[in-house]
């Protein structure tokens, strides 16, 4: 019923950057939460950046100053800007979605594919 399309990964040279898109699609009322996870090799899935629905960031403290999420509602898309890029932010990363549907208002959670960013030499 929805889903989430992603771009933007790649691999890329420490200190270079990169600009990840997620766009959602379906039976779309409203979007509450949008934003970004990512998991490394061996680790869990964390919190990279997350716009809230009364427009507020959030950011793990591993990316604050060098990573900026934005939205644009009308068009059901979340932007991750990554710059300075290091090799420990390499990972997989998830958009993620808090989606109120048109069809009785229903609220669900949906996840992207995953793109993979890999930094390094």
């Known amino acids: 019923q929805v889903q989430l399309v992603e771009s933007g990964g790649g691999l890329v040279q420490p200190g270079g950057s990169l600009r990840l898109s997620c766009v959602a699609s379906g039976s779309i009322f409203s979007i509450n939460r949008m934003g970004w996870y990512r998991q490394a090799p061996g680790k869990q899935r964390e919190l990279v950046a997350v716009?809230?629905?009364?427009?507020?960031?959030n950011y793990d403290d591993s990316v604050k100053g060098r990573f900026t999420i934005s939205r644009d509602n009308a068009k059901n898309t979340v932007y991750l800007q990554m710059n300075s890029l290091k090799p420990e932010d390499t990972a997989v990363y998830y958009c993620?979605?808090?989606?109120?549907?048109?069809?009785?208002?229903?609220?669900?959670?949906?996840w992207g594919q995953g793109t993979q960013v890999t930094v390094s030499s």
């Open positions: 716009v809230t629905g009364d427009g507020n960031t």
């Open positions: 993620y979605a808090r989606v109120r549907h048109t069809a009785g208002l229903r609220l669900d959670a949906y």
